[in-house]
């Protein structure tokens, strides 16, 4: 049997750090959502017991370094299933590049996994195996928009942002989230408002969002990747309504309501950036199986 699983990446709408812990991992409060932009995931039954990683992407592990393969092992040994699985990832959401891609592969994998081997757990369980693999999959396990906070593991799900174009521009270099969060001092922090955001989506003002995005891991990036910076300044000055590095970076978005607009800045920025991609904003919860 075969399964197709859909595993689209996030945005950070905004991004705070409240505190350094002292298990190494950060306490944050942050808003995530899933854009358009998605890997898709084949899942074969195979007759060996074993999991098998296919990918024709070079930066992706095929081993038990891939957090699908990761998915899959924790998944198959706490319920004891005794069969194999082929998982085939084709690769859209760019790598190591602040969108979670490696993520939503876990998640998507420990969806369709549930399917698979009809293990019956609900999607609150599958969130909750999610944060053992990293900290963005429990987000993903859901998709949709949320806040989420503890490491990123605590997620509450909030309604979608109105609609609008999300164009990503992806420097070439990758970016370690370690390293990131590493090099960030936490007692010199900009907190952005992530309570205005909040209440800018739960009231549909577009223009309140925009006026509201912050991410305060962008500083600690541009000072080691200043092109990332450079990216930023360049979407603005096309005209994008609100630029804002996702995650650890080091891809930088830009929010954008008009189709005509929108097609600008993509050409603008694809003058000097190789990775530049238009989608919509998904925002809802969807059927992601
Ligand atoms: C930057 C974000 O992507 C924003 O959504 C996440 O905070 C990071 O999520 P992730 O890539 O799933 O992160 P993990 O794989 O759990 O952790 C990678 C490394 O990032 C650091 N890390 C991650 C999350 C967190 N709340 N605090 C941290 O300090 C830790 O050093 C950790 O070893
Ligand atoms: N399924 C996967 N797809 C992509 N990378 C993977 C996968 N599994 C493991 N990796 C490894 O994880 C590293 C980070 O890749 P990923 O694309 O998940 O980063 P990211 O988008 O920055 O994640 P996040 O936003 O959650 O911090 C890669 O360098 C790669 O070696």
């Not at 090099?183 to 309140?208: A, C, F, T, W």
Request: glycine letters at 8%; a negative charge; hydrophobic letters at 40%.
């Amino acid at each position: 049997m075969k399964l197709l699983v859909k595993a689209p990446a996030k945005i950070n709408l905004s991004l705070d750090v409240l505190s350094k812990r002292a298990d190494g991992y950060h306490d944050v409060r942050m808003i995530m959502t899933t854009i358009d932009l998605a890997d898709r995931i084949e899942l074969t039954e195979l007759s060996e017991d074993r999991i098998e990683i296919v990918s024709h992407n070079r930066y992706v592990p095929d081993d038990q370094r891939n957090l699908a393969y990761q998915a899959a092992k924790l998944i198959k040994e706490r319920y004891r299933v005794d069969k194999g699985v082929s998982i085939a990832i084709e690769k859209t959401i760019p790598v190591a590049a602040g969108l979670a891609g490696g993520s939503s592969d876990a998640a998507a994998t420990l969806r369709g996994l549930n399917q698979l081997w009809k293990l019956g757990l609900s999607v609150d369980e599958l969130a909750e195996i999610g944060a053992e693999i990293g900290s963005d999959v429990s987000f993903c396990v859901y998709g949709g928009t949320a806040i989420a906070t503890g490491r990123g593991e605590r997620i509450e799900h909030i309604p979608a942002p109105p609609p609008c174009w999300v164009i990503l521009a992806k420097p070439k270099i990758g970016v370690s989230t370690a390293d990131v969060y590493r090099n960030l001092k936490v007692d010199r922090i900009q907190h952005p408002n992530v309570d205005d955001m909040i209440q800018s989506i739960r009231e549909g003002d577009y223009d309140g969002i925009c006026s509201s995005v912050g991410n305060v891991l962008e500083e600690v990036t541009f000072r080691m990747h200043p092109e990332v910076q450079h990216i930023k300044e360049q979407m603005k000055r096309f005209g994008a309504d609100a630029v804002l590095m996702s995650g650890s970076g080091p891809t930088v978005f830009g929010l954008v309501r008009y189709d005509s607009r929108m097609q600008r800045i993509y050409n603008g920025l694809k003058g000097f950036c190789e990775h530049v991609y238009a989608v919509r904003m998904l925002g809802e919860r969807e059927k992601l199986e």
